[in-house]
Nanobody
Framework: QVQLVESGGDLVQPGASLILSCTAS????????MGWFREAPGKEREFVAA????????YYLDNVKGRFTISRDNAKSTVFLQMNSLEPEDTADYYC?????????????????????WGQGTQVTVSS
């Protein structure tokens, strides 16, 4: 049984930093590209960042580029999202996801149906 378990969400003030973690089990982690998505109240699920299997290629939503960093530790089956300079607009539930699709690319990494497995989410609230 595949499980993706996110952690690290919190209530923080604008300008703060958080690091989200997602640990996978029940799959060969290094065989999956990993993504982070978010869903704000009343909005559709939105791509945030993705990383390929080796960790050598990453993609980001434009308005998090330079503030967020995705990374992975294949030995620990964990993907991370370092979030700096958080803004109220970053408030959302954050989900990690795993994709076995081939041809990881700028476009494919953003497409929700390309991901096979999803976590339950962790809540990030940015408010003063």
């Amino acid at each position: 049984q595949v499980q993706l378990v996110e952690s690290g969400g919190d209530l923080v003030q604008p300008g703060a930093s958080l690091i989200l973690s997602c640990t996978a089990s029940g799959l060969t982690f290094s065989a999956y590209d990993m993504g982070w998505f978010r869903e704000a109240p009343g909005k559709e699920r939105e791509f945030v960042a993705a990383i390929n299997r080796s960790g050598g290629l990453t993609y980001y939503l434009d308005n998090v580029k330079g503030r967020f960093t995705i990374s992975r530790d294949n030995a620990k089956s964990t993907v991370f999202l370092q979030m700096n300079s958080l803004e109220p607009e970053d408030t959302a539930d954050y989900y990690c996801s795993a994709s076995s699709r081939r041809n990881f690319s700028y476009h494919s990494s953003r497409y929700v149906p390309n991901y096979d497995y999803w976590g339950q989410g962790t809540q990030v609230t940015v408010s003063s």
